[in-house]
Structures are given as C-alpha cells and as structure tokens.
C-alpha cells in the first residue's frame, strides 16, 4: 500500500509540511527541515518560502496521528 503525501499533525514546527514529506520518504524530519533551509537560503529564500505555504495549504493533515 502507498503512503499519502500529508502533513504531520503530532510533529510539526510551523506547519508539518516538512515532517510530513519525512515521513513520506521514511527519513528523519531534522534532516528534510535542514535541507530545507539550505535550499531555502541557497535559492535567496523566497521560492522556498512560497513553495513552504502552498504545500502547507494544498498538503491535507494526517487524520490518523
């Protein structure tokens, strides 16, 4: 059975979007949220901030956590 793609409503920092991509792949949320930011910063943070809202608003919760 395939995974949903859905954001992580028990371990979340802002709005569960990374931790929920982490457990998507089956890797850890520290590693997926620092990848982030370094593509954050490396891509002058803005796309990357607009990529975060749109998954954060397009993304649906995970009802079973």
């Keep these: 059975m395939e995974k949903a793609l859905q954001r992580s409503s ?3 920092m802002v709005g569960g ?3 929920g ?3 998507w792949l089956g890797w850890d949320p ?3 949220r620092v990848g982030y930011v370094l593509l ?3 891509s002058v943070a803005f796309p990357g901030l607009v990529v975060y809202i749109l998954l954060w ?3 649906p919760v995970n009802p079973n956590e």
């Design 30 to 32: 520290t590693l997926v």
């Design 40 to 42: 954050s910063v490396m």
């Design 57 to 59: 608003a397009i993304m």
């Design 21 to 23: 991509i982490a457990h």
């Design 10 to 12: 028990r371990d979340k």
């Design 17 to 19: 979007v990374c931790a």
